[in-house]
């Protein structure tokens, strides 16, 4: 059982790594670095397909056709409804493939985020599972779209104030991850040990491999596109995932399932991209 003071510490840890991480995102992108991602008109309509419905449909099949807690379940949709993962940009980087169009995607997920995952969760949750979706909604827009505005608004009117204050709050992101990091496999490794056996790690798999295959067949025809669109649909949004698993939920097995599939979908697509830069560089 993790303590209040635990709980504390990682409600605010998650905080600031989800604002700092945003504003960073904010501050980072250019304008013509979305218009090129918007562009794309059918790529996007592809990759909002993929990121808002075919994932989060997949996890709902996943939870009704393997026997698992209700908070497990819960769990498991939470991540799948959240798209627009901050690692994207990242990955790309890690693949060398298009890493404008990583950005682009990343911004146009994380906004329309704001409606689709109330939505999604009120549609898709365990019948047992209750939850106000105008809350997360407001949770959503608050901690993800405001600083994620403000950023670009820095950058598009003061780009010298942008170059100066990305580095540290870039830093903040980085460290806040780490020391969050930290602390939530501390507090909650036998928790996610536990989970072997219980279904969940077996959905989040099966979540992670489906989003991979799905990102990669739908992201072409040219491979930088559709290695940015496999490994940014897999990877997730793990930031606001964790922020509505401690602020939303009351019970601490959303985060810890959370946490699990997060952990299994970065990792999968970090290796990958490192895979595919491999072949790159051996070809």
């Known amino acids: 059982m993790v303590g209040?003071?635990?709980?504390?510490?990682?409600?605010l840890g998650t905080t600031v790594f989800?604002?700092?991480t945003m504003l960073a995102v904010g501050l980072d992108l250019s304008i013509g670095q979305l218009r090129e991602a918007i562009g794309r008109h059918r790529l996007m309509t592809k990759s909002l397909l993929v990121n808002l419905v075919v994932v989060p449909i997949l996890a709902y099949l996943l939870i009704r056709t393997i026997p698992m807690a209700p908070s497990y379940a819960a769990g498991i949709v939470l991540l799948a409804v959240a798209p627009g993962a901050p690692f994207g940009p990242k990955l790309a980087e890690i693949s060398d493939s298009h890493l404008a169009f990583a950005s682009g995607l990343m911004t146009v997920l994380a906004v329309v985020s704001v409606v689709t995952m109330p939505v999604s969760l009120a549609l898709l949750l365990p019948g047992s599972v209750t939850l106000d979706p105008f809350a997360i909604g407001r949770l959503v827009f608050g901690v993800q779209l405001v600083p994620l505005l403000a950023g670009l608004a820095v950058t598009s009117l003061a780009t010298p104030v942008a170059d100066a204050l990305y580095p540290p709050v870039q830093r903040l992101s980085d460290y806040s991850f780490g020391l969050l990091l930290v602390i939530l496999l501390v507090a909650y490794i036998d928790d996610m040990v536990a989970l072997v056996?219980?279904?969940a790690l077996a959905a989040s798999s099966i979540a992670v491999a489906g989003s991979l295959?799905?990102?990669y067949a739908l992201g072409g025809p040219p491979r930088s596109t559709r290695e940015v669109l496999a490994t940014t649909t897999a990877a997730r949004n793990a930031a606001i995932a964790l922020f509505v698993a401690t602020t939303g939920f009351s019970d601490s097995d959303v985060l810890t399932?959370?946490?699990?599939f997060s952990f299994l979908g970065v990792?999968?697509?970090a290796l990958i991209a490192a895979m595919w830069r491999r072949r790159i560089i051996g070809g």
Do not use: Y
């Open 4 to 11: 209040d003071t635990v709980n504390t510490v990682v409600n």
């Open 18 to 20: 989800v604002l700092s």
């Open 197 to 199: 056996g219980t279904g």
């Open 213 to 215: 295959l799905v990102g």
């Open 257 to 260: 399932v959370v946490l699990a």
């Open 267 to 269: 990792v999968s697509s």
